[in-house]
């Protein structure tokens, strides 16, 4: 019988197969420790009757905020348990965003994995009602008027010895059409909502994805290094679960290929970014070779990038292959731990050379898509059904279809409830009884769906997140100095600007007032003009997110065209229409 709550999946997965090494993640003593399947139900147990203690019930929100670690997974299994709803937030997350989601949510408490994210987040929390309802991971240094996980744990051992029917009474409460998470996800003008997501969502989600790829019971290993905080991870994280497969948490992006080197890992979920800078240091290392070694490397690459999955290789083509392996793609291979099956990429388009490298070198990369709102897989490329360009098929239980504009649509039990406190959008995303993504694109005879654009204005970077073009464009805009500016960054490593000033204020400003130059293309070159948008932009960046932060620029002297085609158009018509224009200065910024 499937199960019908995200409890009820895990505890499944643990009467199928346990596993020893079943969350791992490396000490202060820089080795690594395992929990066991057995352990981590007995702590899930008690956290939940802890936390009961505390007095959080079912439908509590309760946010955590927290690098991926075990606790993570134990305090999100807990909560489930008691019919809580988890807010997670993002630790690269402005504290602006931070602030909007406490106020929207107004949780109960807050988890928190050590000191340095408290003092980020203590001045927000002052305005709070939860100030002193912390809950902290790491015990040192302490946080005043908080409990560690750890006291927590020990008030649910003590209330199970006082009450050992509690938990069965308080898990049996939960169903499948509560609430398991509300998930902050952007919008176009950058204000984050709140996608509810049920625990049929995330099942159904989970069931749908669990046999897709070849998945051994107790035999495969993953390594976890994407945030727990985004719905893609989480999913992931609960087909691994489900599945008992041994988990690593990675310790860092920096020490990533370290990681991969110990663990050997034979599964993991990536977005673009990953790839790409794996991609850069190939490149790298063979412009560092002797002229010969370098040409051939680079043909390699050049041959590799044009690899189809789908067409049977000649005789001739399987011997370029072995030869590239043996002089480059092997140590491709060892450099990911050399056991790697299977990397399911999302979050963000995969370039279709960079996907026929990987697959060329004998790392099968999977693309899929999903948002927040479908919890997340919407379709997913397969091991045997592998379409370059495309993102997969629909996954087992969802429809996706077209509309007249283009516009991919999507049903089935993974779509969301709607958005928290946000009656109009929920209706606006969900006309129809069609989950409305925003995104355009197209299915091939065969079913695959290809996406082609945006209907929205939000875009992805490279490395799965969202940017809000139009909320940046706002900032710049207000600067009396900017009279428009057009933001790219749509599947890019970071954002870019075109800035069209506004000549009459700028040659009036003090530190440009005296400049000589024979016209504005040349006034606007100068360095003295560089340097003072250069501090305008560090100014709009100290007001966004990591990510969304505009890494280059360049002054435009002539006039943003002001004809009435231009106009009409649409923010997205209009950044394309920019783009064709100036292709290849915005190409210049990404070299």
């Known amino acids: 019988m499937n199960p019908n709550t995200l409890l009820e999946l895990f505890e499944q997965g643990v009467e199928l197969h346990t596993n020893p090494k079943l969350l791992n993640y490396k000490g202060v003593d820089k080795k690594w420790h395992s929990i066991s399947s057995e352990e981590t139900q007995k702590?899930?147990?008690?956290?939940?009757?802890?936390?009961?203690?505390?007095?959080?019930?079912?439908?509590?929100?309760?946010?955590?905020?927290?690098?991926?670690?075990?606790?993570?997974?134990?305090?999100?299994?807990?909560?489930?348990?008691?019919?809580?709803?988890?807010?997670?937030?993002?630790?690269?997350?402005?504290?602006?965003?931070?602030?909007?989601?406490?106020?929207?949510?107004?949780?109960?408490?807050?988890?928190?994995?050590?000191?340095s994210l408290y003092d980020r987040v203590s001045p927000l929390l002052q305005k709070t009602d939860i100030k002193e309802k912390v809950i902290v991971f790491d015990s040192l240094p302490p946080i005043p008027h908080s409990k560690t996980l750890d006291e927590v744990e020990d008030a649910g051992i003590k209330k199970e010895k006082k009450n050992p029917e509690l938990y069965q009474e308080l898990r049996s409460r939960v169903k499948s059409e509560d609430l398991a998470t509300i998930i902050y996800t952007y919008s176009d003008s950058g204000t984050p909502r709140g996608a509810m997501l049920t625990h049929k969502n995330l099942v159904s989600n989970t069931l749908s994805c669990s046999d897709l790829f070849l998945i051994k019971k107790g035999e495969d290993t993953a390594l976890s290094y994407l945030p727990l905080s985004h719905v893609f991870e989480r999913t992931i994280f609960f087909v691994y679960l489900y599945h008992q497969i041994q988990i690593y948490y990675a310790e860092s992006l920096e020490k990533l290929l370290q990681n991969f080197k110990e663990i050997k890992p034979t599964l993991m979920t990536t977005v673009p970014r990953l790839l790409e800078k794996t991609e850069e240091g190939i490149l790298k290392a063979a412009q560092k070779l002797p002229f010969l070694g370098k040409m051939l490397a680079q043909k390699m690459i050049s041959y590799a990038e044009k690899f189809d999955p789908e067409i049977s290789s000649s005789l001739t083509q399987k011997l370029k292959y072995k030869f590239s392996d043996l002089i480059l793609f092997r140590n491709l291979r060892r450099s990911f731990g050399g056991r790697l099956k299977a990397v399911i990429s999302g979050g963000a388009k995969l370039r279709p050379e960079l996907a026929r490298l990987f697959l060329a070198s004998g790392i099968l990369v999977l693309q899929g898509y999903g948002l927040t709102e479908t919890s997340p897989v919407i379709t997913v490329n397969l091991p045997q059904k592998?379409?370059?360009?495309?993102?997969?098929?629909?996954?087992?239980?969802?429809?996706?279809?077209?509309?007249?504009?283009?516009?991919?649509?999507?049903?089935?039990?993974?779509?969301?409830?709607?958005?928290?406190?946000?009656?109009?959008?929920?209706?606006?995303?969900?006309?129809?009884?069609?989950?409305?993504?925003?995104?355009?694109?197209?299915?091939?005879?065969?079913?695959?769906?290809?996406?082609?654009?945006?209907?929205?204005?939000?875009?992805?970077?490279?490395?799965?997140?969202?940017?809000?073009?139009?909320?940046?464009?706002?900032?710049?805009?207000?600067?009396?100095?900017?009279?428009?500016?057009?933001?790219?960054?749509?599947?890019?490593?970071?954002?870019?600007?075109?800035?069209?000033?506004?000549?009459?204020?700028?040659?009036?400003?003090?530190?440009?007032?005296?400049?000589?130059?024979?016209?504005?293309?040349?006034?606007?070159?100068?360095?003295?003009?560089?340097?003072?948008?250069?501090?305008?932009?560090?100014?709009?960046?100290?007001?966004?997110?990591?990510?969304?932060?505009?890494?280059?620029?360049?002054?435009?002297?002539?006039?943003?065209?002001?004809?009435?085609?231009?106009?009409?158009?649409?923010?997205?018509?209009?950044?394309?229409?920019?783009?064709?224009?100036?292709?290849?200065?915005?190409?210049?910024?990404?070299?």
């Open 43 to 115: 702590k899930v147990r008690h956290i939940a009757l802890g936390l009961s203690s505390l007095g959080i019930q079912k439908g509590d929100r309760v946010c955590i905020l927290s690098e991926g670690r075990p606790e993570w997974t134990l305090c999100d299994l807990a909560l489930l348990t008691l019919g809580g709803i988890l807010v997670p937030l993002h630790v690269t997350q402005p504290p602006y965003q931070i602030e909007y989601i406490l106020s929207d949510c107004d949780p109960e408490y807050i988890i928190l994995s050590n000191r």
């Open 386 to 591: 592998n379409r370059i360009g495309s993102v997969g098929l629909p996954v087992p239980g969802v429809s996706v279809k077209i509309a007249e504009d283009g516009e991919i649509l999507v049903q089935g039990p993974n779509v969301m409830k709607g958005y928290y406190k946000n009656e109009e959008a929920t209706k606006t995303a969900l006309d129809g009884g069609w989950f409305h993504t925003g995104d355009t694109g197209h299915l091939d005879p065969d079913g695959f769906l290809f996406i082609t654009g945006r209907k929205k204005s939000l875009m992805k970077n490279s490395g799965g997140k969202y940017i809000a073009p139009l909320m940046i464009e706002k900032i710049l805009k207000s600067n009396e100095y900017i009279k428009d500016a057009v933001v790219f960054g749509e599947g890019k490593k970071f954002v870019s600007a075109l800035i069209f000033p506004n000549l009459l204020t700028l040659k009036n400003a003090p530190p440009l007032k005296s400049l000589a130059a024979e016209n504005d293309a040349e006034f606007l070159k100068h360095p003295e003009t560089q340097n003072f948008y250069d501090k305008i932009i560090q100014e709009t960046n100290h007001r966004l997110s990591k990510w969304e932060a505009v890494k280059k620029f360049s002054l435009i002297s002539e006039p943003l065209p002001t004809d009435q085609t231009v106009e009409t158009l649409t923010p997205n018509e209009k950044r394309k229409k920019m783009e064709e224009k100036y292709r290849a200065l915005i190409e210049s910024f990404y070299d």
